[in-house]
């Protein structure tokens, strides 16, 4: 991910199967929320993305959202891409190596089509 990190900031979001398997998520967008350390928030080609760190019990919570245009289709692959790219993130905060071959998209696309 590259950005200019202020609201109106433009942002590239490229998803880990788009640089390893030469498919994927690939936006170019504009900050459109940005609270430092706590959310970003950007609009791109698949509408609204969205990040929020809560505390919570100790610890710390990720929101993630991603509002797609009225009218826009619902992809099922980039809602697999998402649900990997969170497991990606899951297994790198408690310190777990991710295997980016083995741990594929691929690997869930299923549990939504």
């Not at 430092?36 to 959202?65: D, K, Y």
């Not at 009218?71 to 790219?85: F, V, Y």
Request: hydrophobic fraction near 40%; charged fraction near 20%.
């Amino acid at each position: 991910m590259t950005f200019e990190l202020h609201v109106g900031g433009a942002i590239r979001y490229e998803g880990l199967t788009a640089k390893h398997q030469g498919e994927g998520l690939l936006v170019d967008g504009v900050i459109t929320r940005y609270e430092p350390e706590r959310v970003l928030e950007f609009e791109g080609g698949a509408g609204v993305l969205g990040f929020e760190l809560t505390s919570r019990h100790g610890g710390c919570q990720l929101r993630f959202w991603n509002t797609l245009p009225a009218g826009a289709p619902r992809s099922n692959s980039i809602t697999a891409g998402w649900h990997q790219t969170l497991e990606y993130l899951h297994a790198a905060v408690a310190g777990a190596p991710v295997d980016v071959a083995v741990q594929t998209r691929d690997r869930v696309i299923e549990i939504y089509f």
